[in-house]
């Protein structure tokens, strides 16, 4: 079994309600999610924030944050991730937000900078990673990071 | 080139803003938009709208649409991209809406039914298709003709 039809059998049998706010990965989390049949029951909505006005707005992201650590920072990701459960009321969000390439890259945070965050059960954890690999390896490595940031975040609860 | 790559350039050379809202395809088109290198200069967000729920509160579906037409309608697809234009100021907002199944078909609307709609310069055309396939396949045809249905519309335009 994929470790998204393992998170989405462990959504659906314990009930926890999924969102999520996606950055780099634009949506490619979401649509993974919703590739397991009858993930409705757990999942309403899901965003995709790509600038930074879209994570003020639709997520709360603080302007304060955006300008002090950048939208790529562990303090983003944490922010995206407890705002998209609020805003969803959903049980357990995630978020992702980095640097996939090929530009944008910077010499603190290179290509293939990706901070996370999971909010589960009133906690927040949030992380960085560094991937290597061309924009779609970058992505693809972050939305598999993520889905499996979940499993454990429910797994260890 | 593949389409969206073939949009991505058109869109970034006539600086056309983009956005979106998916229901059975979940992030699928978000994400195909965002491979694009540096489409960040014309795409701020788009929508994950599982539910009716979040279509009405994030991309003011009409409730009455929603129960007169039903979530996977013609209707209900032309408010999702012009709701989806409207709040993120974007010149262009595509909407996909439709049964990918294995569940959730009746004999009015069978699974691999689905509703789109692309709003542009004033204008929204909506339609219906049918595909064939199991879920995966029916979402994925639904990105490459919403896709499709974007390029036309601002080559016809």
Chains 1, 2 share one sequence.
Do not use: W
């Amino acid at each position: 079994m994929s470790e998204i039809q393992k998170l989405g059998a462990i959504l659906k049998e314990k009930k926890i309600r999924i969102s999520g706010a996606e950055s780099c990965t634009g949506g490619m989390v979401a649509a993974e999610i919703t590739s397991v049949d009858g993930i409705s029951a757990v999942f309403n909505e899901s965003f995709v924030t790509y600038s930074n006005d879209s994570k003020h707005k639709n997520l709360g992201v603080s302007l304060e944050t955006l300008e002090k650590f950048g939208a790529v920072s562990e303090e983003c990701a944490r922010e995206m991730a407890e705002g998209a459960a609020e805003r969803s009321g959903a049980d357990i969000a995630f978020s992702v937000t980095g640097i996939a390439g090929p530009t944008g890259g910077t010499k603190e945070k290179p290509v293939g900078t990706v901070c996370f965050g999971v909010f589960f059960k009133g906690k927040t954890v949030s992380t960085t990673a560094h991937f290597d690999g061309d924009r779609e390896q970058v992505r693809k490595s972050s939305a598999d990071f993520v889905i499996d940031m979940m499993i454990s975040a429910i797994e260890n609860s």
